[in-house]
Protein backbone atom coordinates (compact mmCIF):
# COMPACT_ATOMS: atom_id res chain seq x y z
CA UNK A 1 0.00 0.00 0.00
CA UNK A 2 1.24 3.44 -0.99
CA UNK A 3 1.48 5.12 2.20
CA UNK A 4 2.99 9.07 3.39
CA UNK A 5 4.50 10.40 6.47
CA UNK A 6 2.68 12.51 9.20
CA UNK A 7 5.66 14.45 8.08
CA UNK A 8 3.59 15.16 4.60
CA UNK A 9 0.22 15.38 6.08
CA UNK A 10 1.55 17.78 8.58
CA UNK A 11 3.52 19.58 5.95
CA UNK A 12 0.63 19.98 3.43
CA UNK A 13 -1.76 20.92 6.29
CA UNK A 14 0.32 23.95 7.43
CA UNK A 15 0.87 25.18 3.86
CA UNK A 16 -2.88 24.80 3.22
CA UNK A 17 -3.45 27.08 7.33
CA UNK A 18 -0.99 29.40 5.32
CA UNK A 19 -2.54 29.71 1.91
CA UNK A 20 -5.59 30.69 3.84
CA UNK A 21 -4.09 33.33 5.86
CA UNK A 22 -3.57 36.81 4.83
CA UNK A 23 -1.34 37.44 8.17
CA UNK A 24 1.77 35.99 9.06
CA UNK A 25 1.25 33.21 11.62
CA UNK A 26 3.43 31.74 14.22
CA UNK A 27 3.92 28.03 14.73
CA UNK A 28 1.94 27.74 17.82
CA UNK A 29 -0.78 29.50 15.83
CA UNK A 30 -0.52 26.84 13.09
CA UNK A 31 0.18 23.87 15.64
CA UNK A 32 -3.19 24.62 17.68
CA UNK A 33 -5.12 24.97 14.32
CA UNK A 34 -4.06 21.87 12.73
CA UNK A 35 -3.19 20.06 15.59
CA UNK A 36 0.46 19.43 15.36
CA UNK A 37 3.26 19.22 17.45
CA UNK A 38 5.46 22.59 17.25
CA UNK A 39 8.45 21.13 17.76
CA UNK A 40 7.78 18.70 14.70
CA UNK A 41 6.18 21.49 12.90
CA UNK A 42 9.14 24.10 13.47
CA UNK A 43 11.40 21.24 11.71
CA UNK A 44 8.95 20.74 8.71
CA UNK A 45 8.84 24.82 8.31
CA UNK A 46 12.24 24.99 8.04
CA UNK A 47 12.72 22.64 5.40
CA UNK A 48 9.77 24.06 3.62
CA UNK A 49 11.71 27.70 3.99
CA UNK A 50 14.84 26.15 2.65
CA UNK A 51 12.75 24.82 -0.20
CA UNK A 52 11.34 28.38 -0.62
CA UNK A 53 7.81 27.30 -0.01
CA UNK A 54 7.14 29.55 3.11
CA UNK A 55 8.91 32.68 4.30
CA UNK A 56 9.39 33.46 7.74
CA UNK A 57 8.98 37.08 9.12
CA UNK A 58 10.44 38.33 12.06
CA UNK A 59 8.94 40.77 14.86
CA UNK A 60 6.00 41.00 17.29
CA UNK A 61 3.55 40.26 14.22
CA UNK A 62 5.99 38.13 12.48
CA UNK A 63 5.45 33.89 11.22
CA UNK A 64 5.37 32.17 8.86
CA UNK A 65 3.59 32.74 5.29
CA UNK A 66 3.82 31.26 1.93
CA UNK A 67 6.54 32.44 -0.30
CA UNK A 68 4.46 31.47 -3.76
CA UNK A 69 1.02 31.44 -4.77
CA UNK A 70 -0.52 28.47 -3.93
CA UNK A 71 -1.42 27.40 -7.02
CA UNK A 72 2.36 26.92 -7.67
CA UNK A 73 2.95 24.44 -4.73
CA UNK A 74 2.11 20.60 -5.73
CA UNK A 75 1.84 17.47 -3.32
CA UNK A 76 4.72 16.49 -5.10
CA UNK A 77 7.11 19.11 -4.64
CA UNK A 78 5.72 19.14 -0.24
CA UNK A 79 6.75 15.40 -0.76
CA UNK A 80 10.13 15.92 -2.31
CA UNK A 81 10.87 19.15 0.33
CA UNK A 82 10.39 17.16 3.37
CA UNK A 83 11.08 13.36 2.34
CA UNK A 84 13.02 14.07 -0.51
CA UNK A 85 12.72 12.15 -3.77
CA UNK A 86 10.11 10.24 -4.53
CA UNK A 87 10.23 6.97 -5.83
CA UNK A 88 7.55 3.87 -4.81
CA UNK A 89 10.43 1.61 -4.72
CA UNK A 90 13.86 2.28 -3.54
CA UNK A 91 15.35 1.34 -7.34
CA UNK A 92 13.44 4.40 -8.94
CA UNK A 93 14.77 6.86 -6.58
CA UNK A 94 17.43 8.85 -7.73
CA UNK A 95 20.67 6.76 -6.18
CA UNK A 96 18.20 4.23 -5.22
CA UNK A 97 19.21 1.49 -8.19
CA UNK A 98 22.74 0.77 -5.98
CA UNK A 99 20.82 -1.16 -3.10
CA UNK A 100 18.46 -2.97 -5.87
CA UNK A 101 19.58 -6.66 -5.73
CA UNK A 102 18.44 -7.51 -9.32
CA UNK A 103 20.37 -4.79 -12.56
CA UNK A 104 17.92 -3.10 -14.14
CA UNK A 105 18.16 -4.84 -17.66
CA UNK A 106 17.25 -8.22 -15.45
CA UNK A 107 14.25 -6.72 -13.81
CA UNK A 108 10.67 -8.04 -14.78
CA UNK A 109 8.85 -5.37 -12.33
CA UNK A 110 10.77 -2.24 -13.11
CA UNK A 111 9.01 -1.41 -16.01
CA UNK A 112 5.64 -1.83 -14.49
CA UNK A 113 6.74 0.47 -11.08
CA UNK A 114 7.81 2.94 -14.05
CA UNK A 115 4.61 3.30 -15.03
CA UNK A 116 2.91 3.37 -11.75
CA UNK A 117 5.01 5.85 -10.86
CA UNK A 118 4.71 8.23 -13.29
CA UNK A 119 0.77 7.97 -13.32
CA UNK A 120 1.43 9.21 -9.29
CA UNK A 121 3.38 11.86 -10.07
CA UNK A 122 1.54 12.99 -12.76
CA UNK A 123 -1.46 13.23 -9.99
CA UNK A 124 0.45 14.81 -7.33
CA UNK A 125 1.78 17.07 -9.59
CA UNK A 126 -1.91 18.24 -10.49
CA UNK A 127 -2.90 18.52 -6.65
CA UNK A 128 -1.73 22.40 -5.69
CA UNK A 129 -2.31 23.82 -2.69
CA UNK A 130 -4.75 25.94 -4.42
CA UNK A 131 -6.87 23.09 -5.07
CA UNK A 132 -6.86 21.62 -1.53
CA UNK A 133 -8.09 24.95 -0.61
CA UNK A 134 -11.15 25.45 -2.63
CA UNK A 135 -12.01 21.54 -2.07
CA UNK A 136 -12.30 22.07 1.78
CA UNK A 137 -13.69 25.43 1.06
CA UNK A 138 -16.31 23.49 -0.95
CA UNK A 139 -16.36 20.86 1.66
CA UNK A 140 -17.12 23.77 4.36
CA UNK A 141 -19.71 25.51 2.36
CA UNK A 142 -21.51 21.73 1.93
CA UNK A 143 -21.83 21.48 5.84
CA UNK A 144 -22.76 24.82 6.19
CA UNK A 145 -25.96 24.68 4.20
CA UNK A 146 -26.50 21.07 5.39
CA UNK A 147 -26.51 22.59 8.61
CA UNK A 148 -29.02 25.67 7.84
CA UNK A 149 -31.14 22.58 6.30
CA UNK A 150 -31.04 20.85 9.38
CA UNK A 151 -32.05 23.38 11.43
CA UNK A 152 -35.15 24.55 9.51
Same mark, same amino acid.
Given at each position: ???????????? /?????? !??????????? %?? @?????????????? +????? /?????S???K?? !?????L &? &??? %???L $?? %?????? @????? @???? &?????E??? &?AT $?????????????K? /? $?I?S $?????? %?????????T???? +???????
Open positions: MLKFTLKVEYAL /KALVRL !GLSEEPMSVPQ %IS @KAERIPPNFLEQIL +VRLRR /KGFVRIRGKG !GYMLA &P &PYE %ITV $DV %IEAVEG @KYGLV @KCLI &PGGEECFV &P $DCVLRSVWNRVQAI /K $DL $DITIES %IIQESNLRELRRK +VKVVQHS
